[in-house]
């Protein structure tokens, strides 16, 4: 009821939560790996910076099981940027979000990126303060996270491919049941929770406000400003670019020019204007070469 | 402009943030809104709205787009705006705490700290007491800047403690050698001339008053 006590402050609620992701979108979250390249971020205009020791084309190379970073590379980015830092922990390891919590990120990702530490269950994202953001592939996936507490979905992609095409099988696939649910009756909304193995009052919300209860945004595999565009266009409210921007010729220019096409992704005059020479995109992977695909980790 | 009395078409700018939200909280308020990405879209618009998102990203957009030096060319002639967080540093004569290239368009005389509440583990809820207001106002603080100085022009409408377990609330405790008005509890919302801003995100709740405030801030400002 008054503003002169501290006290009165509620702290981590889902509207403060979900509010960070708000003012996220229509932006770009990049991965970066040294405080230099956390500078490069900002200065294109990045609106967030995923702290990481490897980017995921490089995890993907090197193979071997991967954790979260080390505290100091993570405070090290904290210390070089004014944007919101966000750092992985991997998906069940629930011990790995506290020590981040600890260091005051102001985003976690339950990351399929990082190997799995546990097979069958995700963090409870509700004991924590700090927002979670989780990948999924499909709308049912979405929905479960979202139960758990998570505060941001994102497609998962195929990260560290630079092909796009995972991305945009996992955006049509949430998008596209979320456009059917809005047309269900109430007798088929059951069998749609039944369906996609979801809560049912996350079901009805959804029939009602034809929308996602958190922001969706879209991550793995883009390289280019045409991709970011794309995505948004399919209903992304934001991207996260990885191995993207700094597997890339000139990491600078392509991370301003994916940070431009994807405010005006509506106008491909900008599009185009900002996509003439940029150098070559990240090499980028066919789906069909790959022994490992990260977006099957997460149940 | 329109002409005297008819309701101006506020343009919300939309390079990145929360936009969205300020065109709803607009239109359930009867007023007309549009988004605005380009010095183009201006045309028409009569007040501007500038959302809560990321200062340094929506200064770099603002850039880029060629908005800047139209805005501001309007702001200088008296265009009533209305910011919310990152749209308030962005009206702010002064930032602290901000990149060195981050630019603003001094519409409003005040000097404001970026993310000065503290990251987002800090982020809170808090219910206001607000001048003009009835009730509290339920306010939606997120990595929330706050004002640090205020010009003479300046009113307080609203204000907020922070949290004591902040070291560097003290920053803000001391009365100024400078003869410039220092507050124990921070100013949140402030009015000058036609400039709205707060800390904190009226566009993130169902409560329109804080646009319902500023709606008529836009009404008084076209009869004149």
């Known amino acids: ?299 | 402009m329109t002409a005297s009395g008819d309701p101006p078409l506020v343009g919300v700018v939309a390079l990145q943030g929360a936009a969205a939200e300020h065109v709803a909280a607009f239109r359930r308020l009867g007023a007309l809104a549009v988004e605005v990405r380009t010095p183009g879209d201006l045309d028409g618009v009569g007040a501007v709205a500038l959302p809560g998102g990321e200062s340094t990203t929506m200064s770099h957009l603002l850039g880029t787009s060629g908005l800047f030096e139209p805005l501001a060319e309007r702001l200088a002639g008296g265009m009533p705006a209305f910011g919310t967080c990152a749209g308030m540093i962005l009206l702010a004569a002064e930032v602290l705490d901000g990149r060195p290239d981050q630019r603003c368009f001094g519409a409003i005389d005040i000097s404001v700290r970026r993310n000065a509440f503290g990251r987002q583990v800090a982020s809170f809820e808090a219910d206001l007491d607000t001048e003009g207001l009835d009730e509290p106002f339920e306010a939606v603080f997120i990595r929330a800047p706050w004002v640090e100085r205020i010009g003479s022009s300046v009113k307080v409408l609203a204000t907020v403690s922070p949290r004591s377990t902040l070291q560097d609330a003290s920053a803000t405790l001391a009365e100024g050698p400078d003869g410039l008005k220092y507050h124990r509890s921070v100013p949140v919302l402030c009015r000058s001339g036609p400039i709205l801003v707060s800390s904190f995100h009226p566009e993130l709740t169902a409560d329109d008053r804080i646009h319902q405030i500023f709606l008529e801030m836009v009404g008084a400002s076209v009869a004149r």
């Open chain 1, 1 to 299: 009821m008054n503003s002169g006590d501290g006290a009165s402050h509620l702290v981590g609620t889902v509207r403060v939560k979900r509010g960070l992701a708000d003012m996220l979108r229509g932006g770009v979250i990049m991965d970066v790996v040294t405080p230099e390249q956390a500078k490069i971020a900002e200065d294109a205009g990045a609106v967030a910076v995923m702290a990481l020791e490897r980017v995921p084309a490089d995890i993907r190379r090197d193979g071997g099981v991967a954790r979260m970073s080390d505290p100091a590379m993570i405070e090290g980015i904290q210390a070089a940027v004014t944007i919101p830092v966000m750092a992985k922990a991997r998906i069940g390891h629930f011990g790995e979000a506290q020590v981040l919590e600890s260091l005051d990120v102001d985003y976690i990702d339950e990351s399929e990126v990082l190997t799995p530490a546990d097979e069958a269950h995700h963090i409870d994202k509700w004991a924590f303060t700090v927002p979670f953001v989780c990948g999924a592939t499909n709308l049912g996936e979405a929905l479960r996270r979202i139960s758990e507490g998570a505060c941001m979905i994102r497609s998962k992609g195929e990260a560290g491919t630079g092909n796009i095409v995972e991305a945009v099988r996992h955006l049509r696939a949430i998008t596209g049941d979320i456009r059917k649910i809005t047309q269900a009756d109430a007798a088929e909304l059951f069998d749609w929770a039944k369906q996609l193995q979801s809560p049912l009052g996350l079901v009805q919300e959804i029939a009602e406000t034809g929308r996602l209860p958190v922001p969706l945004f879209c991550a793995g595999g883009i390289a280019t400003p045409a991709d970011a565009s794309l995505v948004m266009q399919l209903g992304a409210e934001a991207v996260f670019v990885g191995s993207g921007i700094f597997k890339s010729e000139d990491p600078g220019p392509r991370a301003e020019a994916i940070v431009e096409a994807t405010t005006h992704y509506r106008d491909p005059s900008v599009v185009a204007k900002v996509s003439r020479g940029l150098g070559s995109a990240m090499p980028g992977l066919e789906m069909e070469g790959l022994e490992t695909k990260l977006a099957d980790r997460g149940w």
